[in-house]
């Protein structure tokens, strides 16, 4: 092989692979020009988007403090509400059905006792026994 025939296949080579590099290299342009004209849009949309982004940031704040507010308050509430029950379930005890027959006894027996110093009190002033 001679220096010429080396230089042509080197040539024709070349060649071929500059035939084949014109089409990726168009694509490659032609992306570029899209990519460019979409930075371009989200440039001039970004600024809405961060105004935006703020205000829903802001209110998903707003809207997770009222939620914790409402559930420290329902909290107090049930702390409130068990402190009820605990005290009812104290003074349970105290209310059985024992203990209120025991009540309604000793009811009976001061009234029975005020019956008679009434009657006492009547013979007593009107001086004669009935």
């Known amino acids: 092989m001679s ?10 080579l070349l060649a071929v ?3 084949f590099a014109v089409p990726v290299l168009y694509q490659l342009y032609n992306s570029a020009k899209r990519a460019s004209a979409t930075l371009e849009a989200l440039n001039r949309s970004l600024p809405l988007i961060l105004t935006n982004l703020e205000e829903i ?3 998903m704040n707003k809207a997770s403090r009222n939620v914790h507010d ?4 329902l909290a107090r509430a049930a702390e409130r509400y068990q402190g009820i029950i605990g005290a009812i379930g ?3 005890g105290l ?3 024992n203990t209120a027959l025991s ?13 008679g110093l009434k009657v006492f009190s009547d013979v007593f002033r009107s001086g004669k026994a009935s």
């Open 90 to 92: 104290g003074a349970r």
């Open 95 to 97: 209310f059985t059905v």
């Open 17 to 19: 692979f500059l035939i």
């Open 103 to 115: 009540l309604l006894g000793k009811i009976g027996l001061i009234g029975a006792v005020l019956k």
């Open 3 to 12: 220096l010429e025939t080396g230089l042509f296949i080197l040539i024709l």
């Open 57 to 59: 940031t802001t209110n």
């Open 70 to 73: 409402q559930v420290e308050s």
